[in-house]
């Protein structure tokens, strides 16, 4: 049996925000496990750390030593790279679609100015 929000008439948008918290807590989830188990520090301060390293902000403090630092480090970009890959996936074919009318109304109105031109020249050789 399918889930009834995967069956609702906004479903791609539905499973494409679906897929982009999945990847956003598989990530926060491996952060804050990483972090505390490195660090030693409590659960909510890993989680903490981990999410502001994950949205850009900065540590609010350094890990305390090598292994932690490099883990941090490389869940630095796998958590910023993730985030963006998210808003991808819920915004992409928004602005896809965006771009595509953006697109076709640029050439209209280029078409336009040269129907203009050519219609002056006409009108300049009579």
């Not at 948008?13 to 496990?33: K, Q, S």
Request: no cysteine; net charge positive; glycine share 8%.
């Amino acid at each position: 049996m399918k889930s009834r929000i995967l069956n609702h008439p906004l479903s791609p948008i539905g499973r494409r925000g679906l897929y982009a918290l999945t990847a956003i807590l598989v990530v926060m989830i491996v952060g804050t496990v990483g972090t505390e188990y490195l660090t030693g520090w409590s659960w909510i301060d890993s989680f903490y750390f981990m999410s502001m390293v994950a949205t850009a902000q900065g540590p609010p403090n350094s890990p305390p030593n090598f292994w932690s630092k490099i883990f941090i480090a490389i869940m630095a970009f796998v958590s910023i790279g993730t985030l963006i890959t998210a808003a991808g996936i819920l915004f992409g074919p928004f602005l896809g679609y965006a771009f595509h009318k953006g697109v076709h109304f640029a050439e209209e109105q280029e078409l336009k100015i040269e129907r203009k031109k050519q219609d002056t020249k006409s009108d300049a050789v009579y």
